[in-house]
């Protein structure tokens, strides 16, 4: 069950495996690649809400000089919530996004966020590694708010 305010991270010892649905590489020290065309997470509102809450995820885009910006559509419960742009240089950066209160409350306090970036590639495709994941987004933590 996921309270509000609390902060799941994603890194290696950290809080949220267990929200992990699909999509994801093995937790690194600092957080988890997506891996593919869509990466989702899911968890259970500890309580009945009304209004809209808020998202807020900090990461790390895959970009490169050769792909120096990452566009990532974020959905809720298959509803499209926002869309995030990314650019080189960035380093780990926040974004956020709204999520209404008809889309949680249509799967019974349900959450699924699914990632789904406009292109991939891996390291071994930018010529930075021999790392053939294919990966866009390095997801670092991430909280759900009350929307004021």
Same mark, same amino acid.
């Given at each position: ?10 890194? @290696?010892? =950290? ?5 992990? &649905?699909?999509? %994801? ?7 988890? %690649?997506?891996? =593919? ?42 509803? %499209? ?7 080189? =240089? ?46 866009? &987004?390095? @997801?670092?933590? &991430? ?6």
């Amino acid at each position: 069950m996921y309270r509000l305010g609390d902060v799941y991270r994603f890194s @290696l010892g =950290g809080n949220a495996e267990h929200c992990l &649905l699909g999509g %994801w590489s093995l937790s690194e020290p600092w957080g988890i %690649w997506s891996l =593919g065309k869509n990466s989702e997470v899911g968890f259970r509102l500890s309580e009945s809400l009304s209004g809209n809450i808020h998202l807020t995820v900090s990461a790390n885009p895959f970009v490169h000089a050769g792909r120096p910006m990452k566009e990532i559509e974020v959905f809720v419960n298959g509803q %499209w919530v926002a869309t995030w742009n990314y650019q080189l =240089g960035q380093g780990t950066a926040k974004r956020s996004a709204s999520i209404p209160q008809n889309i949680y409350q249509q799967n019974e306090g349900v959450l699924k966020i699914k990632f789904v970036p406009k292109e991939i590639d891996s390291p071994k495709q930018a010529g930075l590694s021999e790392d053939q994941r294919q990966i866009s &987004l390095g @997801l670092v933590d &991430l909280v759900l708010t009350k929307d004021d």
